[in-house]
């Protein structure tokens, strides 16, 4: 597995401003993955940050609201851009490590509350 | 539209009993197959990887697939209150990195 850690674990944020989530891993990955986890549902991909290029963003989210940077090998960072309360979530990263397609590891998660 | 479902219970079990967690997938192209464990408030952790049709164990989990049937299972044994968690099946599909994430089923352990 690996060692990945998430700043801020936890915000509470007003309407209309915008919050970066880091997510930073103790060693090079090639996959890094973004997901929401809304209250009692499961996980939803955001979009696959791609070192050295931009984001894939899976449908139903645009880079306007979820912009993605993935400067080197072992750091992305989310930002959630005007926010409203149905952003209110839990934001995860994960990695894939190694050549197993699909095998991931998750960091401990960003728990936001927009008011 | 690619789906991976699963019962989301609450699944009650007691101590000592098997723990039986299933869950289907609607795409045939489907190659590999996890099962993530979840505490509440707390980030999913992998628990077991298929990759085959047959069984997989690993101490107290069996995982089992049957890619004909579009199926797979996890199976606890000797099931403990630690056990209790939501558990999540997730699928990787052929040609890409990403997984689909089954809704979950939350798994009690009664002492």
């Known amino acids: 597995s690996a060692v990945i850690s998430q700043k801020p674990s936890r915000d509470i944020c007003q309407r209309g401003t915008s919050l970066t989530i880091q997510c930073q891993v103790d060693s090079q990955v090639t996959m890094m993955f973004w997901y929401r986890q809304q209250p009692g549902q499961s996980l939803t991909l955001i979009a696959t940050a791609n070192q050295g290029s931009e984001a894939t963003y899976e449908s139903g989210f645009v880079i306007d609201k979820f912009p993605i940077s993935r400067p080197n090998l072992t750091f992305s960072t989310l930002t959630v851009s005007n926010m409203s309360p149905e952003d209110s979530s839990i934001y995860l990263c994960?990695?894939?490590?190694?050549?197993?397609?699909?095998?991931?590891?998750f960091g401990p998660g960003t728990r936001l509350t927009v008011l | 539209q690619k789906e991976v479902e699963q019962n989301s219970g609450p699944l009650s079990v007691p101590e000592g009993a098997i723990a039986s967690l299933n869950c289907t997938y609607s795409d045939r192209g489907s190659q590999s197959f996890f099962w993530y464990r979840q505490y509440s408030g707390k980030s999913p952790e992998l628990i077991m990887s298929i990759y085959s049709n047959g069984d997989k164990e690993d101490g107290r989990f069996t995982a089992q697939l049957n890619k004909a049937s579009q199926y797979v299972s996890l199976l606890i044994r000797d099931s403990q209150p630690s056990d209790s968690a939501t558990y999540l099946c997730?699928?990787?599909?052929?040609?890409?990195?990403?997984?689909?994430f089954g809704t979950g089923t939350r798994l009690t352990i009664i002492p």
């Open positions: 997730a699928v990787n599909n052929f040609g890409n990195e990403k997984l689909t």
């Open positions: 994960s990695v894939q490590r190694g050549m197993v397609r699909g095998e991931q590891f």
